[in-house]
């Protein structure tokens, strides 16, 4: 049937040169499950914080969650109980929403990152 459709991008880059990846491209309907996968190939095990932001059409980046090593995530404030964020290694992360709202399409950026400094 018609309605609305949820379209999320997703990619990923290093922070310090912000070079994003490709992206990824997914359609939910509103109400369905989604989960956004990154990875990031650096074998030298500093990368240890991974971020995530949304960006809606014309805003800014605003920070959605931060893991700064296996097993952490913190979910910031206006997405707290909505997003969930895992960290089965050091070296991908998993964003995933039970249920999507048309509000929620945007732009999600993976970043990998060597600093714990983030203000």
């Known amino acids: 049937g018609g309605g609305w ?3 999320m991008s997703w990619g990923w880059g290093v922070s310090m040169s912000w070079g994003w990846g490709e992206k990824k491209l997914v359609m939910v309907n509103p109400g369905d499950p989604v989960t956004l996968r990154c ?7 500093t990368y240890d914080t991974m971020l995530w932001y949304q960006q809606k059409p014309g805003g800014a980046l605003t920070l959605l969650a931060i893991s700064i090593g296996k097993g952490d995530s913190t979910i910031e404030g206006q997405f707290r109980g909505n997003w969930t964020m895992e960290r089965p ?11 999507v709202a048309p509000r929620d399409s945007a732009v999600y950026y993976c970043a990998a990152s060597n600093h714990r400094d983030w203000g």
């Open 5 to 7: 459709g949820v379209s």
């Open 39 to 45: 990875n990031h190939d650096d074998s030298s095990g």
């Open 89 to 99: 290694d050091i070296k991908s992360s998993v964003l995933s929403r039970k249920d």
